[in-house]
């Protein structure tokens, strides 16, 4: 069967990608969008700090926004891309795993990115509950809770510095890896009375969705009401890499500020690009490329000459 074409290929239905479909068919574009349905922040308890939704699950802010663009004709199909081929740099082709194919004159990528977890057995019964990775998201939620951060180096002092905002009762967590801190950093974390611990975590300990402590090597357990890692992230996919797009060290796509990637006509949003990792920003930045697609579409007839 001849492949199925549309003004715009948004790959992703978290609210970077749907806050984009939404104002692209706004101005009457043909949009379809591509979801695998298996989103970064599925099991957290609420989304936080997005105007309008506190709290609200990711779930249903999802299927709001597919109802809202559904109501503006937006397409929707579940898959998994495969392959993303630049065919003219006027056309694109989306390949999805059950063989069927799209064909798009625009691409948006609103894939996100995925954490790398910690080998720790029992931390899945309390992510999004009591087991988070933002602190900018969920540290209101940990205001004078005994917490753990388990990561090393840079990315895990941080964290903990994030979190002294909101709680002082901090121990960081090495899971049996070196710490890789310099002095430097062990002096910030020393002026909070932030202690490092390097003994490897046997498993969490929790009581429903709850986590209540860690038990450690050496039959030590430590107290604990809320845990972050900082481990590290990856794209969710590499259909970046496959357009060519660049990145950057953290494998984020580069954009300019109309979220154009390096690559003529190839978009991005979200997290999959660099900037605050929050639903609210996700969704402001799909509206900001969704303009710039916009505005590529448009013939020369409709655009004002240069100054």
């Not at 890692?229 to 990145?247: E, N, T, V, W």
Request: net charge negative; aromatic share 6%; proline share 5%.
């Amino acid at each position: 069967m001849p492949a199925q074409r549309y003004d715009v290929a948004v790959v992703g239905g978290g609210p970077a990608g749907l806050c984009a479909a939404l104002w692209l068919a706004r101005y009457l574009h043909t949009v379809v969008v591509v979801d695998s349905g298996d989103p970064r922040n599925w099991e957290t308890r609420g989304i936080n700090g997005y105007l309008g939704h506190q709290g609200i699950r990711s779930p249903e802010l999802r299927s709001l926004g597919r109802a809202e663009c559904a109501e503006y004709g937006v397409e929707f199909v579940s898959g998994i891309v495969d392959q993303a081929i630049n065919e003219t740099g006027e056309l694109f082709a989306i390949c999805l795993r059950d063989g069927s194919k799209i064909e798009a004159r625009r691409v948006l990528l609103a894939i996100g990115i995925q954490d790398f977890w910690p080998d720790i057995p029992g931390l899945e019964r309390c992510y999004g509950e009591t087991v988070h990775v933002c602190p900018d998201c969920d540290g209101y939620e940990t205001r004078d809770k005994k917490t753990v951060v388990v990561g090393t180096g840079r990315k895990a002092v941080g964290m903990a510095l994030a979190l002294a905002t909101w709680t002082r009762q901090i121990v960081i967590c090495t899971n049996g890896e070196k710490a890789e801190m310099s002095q430097i950093l062990l002096d910030k974390l020393k002026a909070l009375n932030i202690p490092v611990l390097d003994e490897p975590i046997n498993c969490v300990l929790s009581r429903a969705s709850e986590i209540t402590g860690l038990e450690l090597e050496g039959a030590m357990s430590l107290d604990c009401e809320r845990l972050y890692f900082a481990i590290g992230q990856y794209p969710s996919d590499d259909l970046g890499a496959q357009l060519g797009c660049k990145r950057d060290e953290m494998g984020r796509l580069i954009i300019d500020e109309g979220n154009h990637t390096w690559v003529k006509n190839v978009f991005a949003a979200g997290d999959i690009a660099p900037g605050p990792q929050l639903a609210i920003v996700a969704a402001a930045s799909g509206a900001v490329a969704a303009i710039a697609i916009h505005t590529s579409l448009l013939p020369e007839t409709m655009k004002l000459p240069p100054l």
